[in-house]
């Protein structure tokens, strides 16, 4: 293993702002306190959150200035605090240790995580593939799996299954053996998600009752997993789309709506908000977000389960444009941003 040098690059920022926010910077390398590994970073992935930290538009959820942002890493482990035994100097790891209040983050060289947060990562993936599922990972894992409970046979609609949380969600949906309904606004991004394991895709511009009528016989969907992350703009369509006693959980449900439908059809609705482990110190949310990664390691190394990469390739000095990219809405899967 070569030496730890003393200080390491980072890209900060000191004033929220547009993706040229960013600045790199030399930080000293972080020693890991009890209970943490350092990991050297190869590469980490862009969540809307970091941009939304980054922006100013979710501040209060974003570390002190210079802010080091990003959760999800991967990379290798290079000292080891007091107190772990899951991990080894030298073992690769992935996971979403920081990068939000109380934390540091992924956007260095280096940098000190809880292991109870990590996993080893999965050996079928490159450090760029791995960077790209944490926090996707854990949301669709607990919306999907541990909110919604999908059981085979149930019809499933994932709105936004070409994205980032809804591309997993896909995957998991149809290994639980749900009869997975996707929705995306391109031909393009609906084939990935045929390709990745919906049986039907569609254009969420649809109108509701048409689409419930088409795929459901009127029905409606048993559970409905709502990705948009657009306030609690899509959850009424949501509402709409369940059947009676469905399940509906959405990654964002800020503002306000209509929850007349929960009322009506009897619905459960629930949102998942992945980063509260982090932000509240909740050590028993950390152990389980590192348990669920070593089952997601485990479904990609059987193959079950793989990341979709953006066509593009960032270095860590690139992390503006990295953020240009995915504020674009024109990526297909996940973007990523290489460290080393
Ligand atoms: N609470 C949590 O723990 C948590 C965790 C992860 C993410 N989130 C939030 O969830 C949202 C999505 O995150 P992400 O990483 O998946 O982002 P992403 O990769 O940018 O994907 C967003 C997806 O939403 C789809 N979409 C946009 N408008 C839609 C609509 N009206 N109906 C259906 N789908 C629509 C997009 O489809 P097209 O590309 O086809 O337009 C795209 O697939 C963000 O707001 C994020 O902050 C919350």
């Known amino acids: 293993m070569p030496e730890i040098p003393e200080t390491m ?7 929220h702002g547009d993706p040229d926010a960013f600045e790199p910077a030399t930080l000293d390398v972080p020693e890991p306190e009890a209970n943490e590994v350092l990991v050297e970073v190869a590469a980490t992935s862009v969540n809307p959150v970091d941009t939304k930290i980054r922006s100013g538009a979710a501040a209060d959820l974003g570390p002190d200035a210079p802010a080091v942002l990003h959760g999800d890493l991967a990379g290798t482990v290079v000292a080891v605090g007091a107190g772990v035994e899951r991990f080894d100097v030298g073992d690769e790891v992935y996971g979403c240790p920081g990068g939000v209040a109380g934390t540091t983050g992924a956007l260095a060289e280096y940098a000190a995580a809880d292991a ?13 593939e791995a960077a790209a599922l944490p926090l996707v990972s854990i949301t669709a894992w607990d919306g999907l799996v541990t909110r919604a409970g999908v059981e085979p046979g149930d019809d499933v609609l994932v709105h936004g299954g070409s994205g980032g949380v809804g591309h997993v969600g896909v995957q998991l949906a149809a290994l639980e053996g749900g009869v997975v309904h996707a929705t995306a606004s391109t031909a393009e991004k609906r084939a990935l998600a045929r390709d990745i394991g919906a049986d039907v895709a569609f254009d969420y511009h649809r109108d509701v009752a048409d689409y419930v009528e088409e795929y459901t016989g009127g029905d409606g969907f048993d559970v409905v997993f709502d990705t948009v992350g657009a306030g609690a703009d899509n959850i009424e369509p949501s509402l709409e789309a369940a059947a ?41 949310g950390r152990v389980r977000h590192g348990e669920i990664l070593e089952r997601v390691a485990s479904l990609a190394d059987a193959g079950k389960l793989a990341p979709v990469l953006d066509d593009t390739d960032y270095a860590l000095s690139d992390v503006s444009e990295a953020h240009r990219r995915l504020e674009s809405g024109e990526h297909v899967g996940k973007v990523t941003v290489r460290v080393e």
């Not at 209509?258 to 982090?278: E, R, W």
């Open 116 to 128: 109870a947060t990590l996993a080893h990562k999965p050996d079928a993936l490159s450090m760029r």
């Open 9 to 15: 690059d980072a890209q900060v920022v000191r004033e």
């Open 244 to 284: 009676l006693k469905g399940r509906v959980v959405a990654t964002v449900s800020r503002g306000e709506a209509s929850l007349d439908a929960v009322h009506s059809k009897g619905l459960s609705f629930d949102t998942v908000f992945m980063l509260i482990p982090l932000l509240h110190g909740d050590h028993a």
